[in-house]
């Protein structure tokens, strides 16, 4: 396993975590201003902060960029990676970045502390996150075998409150499950060592890499379950309230780009998967090839890329209220918008 994989998925399992140890400290704050439009025709520069590392899910991003698509729009695209404690949520907050990659998890406290950020797309329309384990400890396929075994993750209340309320739709004992932090290690090794039975993972990378080395890979997509837990979005184009307020014109330009990437790469898996190899040779190329092409009919599998649904919002946000992760629902008010996505 890279540590690309191991570092993406531990951002996202404990994104509320980082979002709240590093706000109080800088929400407001002020940063740099974003840069003033271009005249004369010539490019505008811009900025997208990712969640992490270059991975698939970001491929119709990368696809743009490499074939001119920003250009066309009129955007000189500068795509950095978060660092030194600050994710997208703070970067797009005070303007150090137009734009980032978020999750739901993460942009709803974030906001509930003061950050003017919202959700302009979702790259993912269904939620692709998996538990995985073995099935030589007892996991299956069914919630009920969560009863006993051991999770391990990064300790964050949202893991807790969700892997608890799966256990009790499959009739298990929540109480029974243990909880460890694991960290950043290499999950199938730990799995494999008995270290632990059960992580969360997205299917479509770590998940995947798992099941193409070790034929007793189980898992327990999250989206089979939505009758006992909500779906959310996740990864999620954000931008800054007031800057999208100001100037509607660079969003829609920008996801425009961005929509005819992802639409280029569910046409050509392959192509996608050589836009983000040239940007990332470090990535493992045959799993980068496999993760675009489980991702691509993903992206959109409706023919239109980035829509979201205020039911999928509002009963994330309740279940998050109801975990104790927020104090009321006011956070998810104004906190996403499909304006700015392309008509169709």
Known sequence: MTLHSVRRRGLRASAIAVVLAVVSALVGCTGPAAAPAASGGSLRPVTLMLNWT?????????????????????????ILEPGDGVGAEVAVAQHRADFGISHAEAMLPARAQGMGIEAIATILPVNDSVLMGLDTSGLTTELGSLEGRTYGGFGGPLETALIKRLATCGGANPDSIEFIEIGNVDYLA????????????????DALRAQTQNASVVTLPL???????PDWYTPIIIGNSDALDADPALARAFLAATEEGYQAVIASPDAGAEALMAAAPELDEGLVRDAVAYY??????????GPMRESVW????????????????APVRDAWSNDYLPKR
């Open 54 to 78: 270059p991975n698939a899910h970001h491929a119709g991003i990368y696809y743009a960029k490499a074939h001119g698509l920003y250009e066309q729009a009129g955007i000189d695209l500068t």
């Open 190 to 205: 730990g799995l494999e060592q008995g270290r632990f039975d059960v992580v969360w993972v997205f299917g479509g990378w």
């Open 223 to 229: 989206a089979d379950h939505t009758d006992c837990i």
């Open 296 to 305: 691509a009919p993903r992206f959109a599998p409706d023919g239109t890329f």
């Open 314 to 329: 509002t009963e994330f946000t309740a279940f998050l209220v109801e975990a104790g992760l927020l104090t009321d629902a």
